[in-house]
């Protein structure tokens, strides 16, 4: 079993629809909890993070951590066209571990 | 402008001649790290530095060394290449010893071993 799950997708919603992506783990050690977007044929980009449990809201992105399930949450509001991407989960067990990837979703935003 | 730079974008090489990838950041970060990405595999960290001197293992170190001689560079090393580490390599640097805060990744070295 991987450490870290993503459902790959893809993920197709229209317009201006709320998106919830999702990743689940299995080691109740992570305390960083980390959110990228891969546009095609570019690197990734750090959209958020989290440190231990709780929310963090970023303009229209909103990070959720539950611990007590092993389930984290990115939310998209007001999603756009130029939100489509691949959009990639990832821990840490420390400030010094290493990062841990989810395989990623591909969503896709439909006008 | 703040970058990361890799070279080279494109490598084709052929099994077992040593090669390395450079990667260059201009932002004084203390972290920086190199990635794979395979498809269905998602991105896997290779080695990672928290500052200058001091590098350690990701997810999939092996035929991989680095070194962090200098704050701003951190080039990947393969001495002796295989087919399956044909990959997409990533570069990144990160303001904070963590590697979680303000995180910028180069564009992309296209590895391909034959």
Redesign the interface.
Known sequence: QKEVE?D?GPLSVPEGAIVSLNCTYSNSAFQ?F?W?RQYSR?????LM?TYSSGNKEDGRFTAQVDKSSKYISLFIRDSQPSDSATY?C?M?YS??S???????TRLSIRP | EAQVTQNPRYLITVTGKKLTVTCSQNMNHEYM?WYRQDP??????IY?S?NVEVT????VPEGYKVSRKEKRNFPLILESPSPNQTSLY?C?S?LG???????F????TRLTVV
């Open positions: 993503q790959p960083y980390m990228y570019k690197g990734p980009e750090l993070y990639l990832a840490k400030s010094a290493k990062i841990i990837f989810g395989s990623g | 790290s269905g595999l998602g991105l896997r960290q990672y928290m350690d293992k990701g997810d990533f990144a990160s010893a963590t590697g979680v805060t303000e995180a990744f180069g564009q992309g």
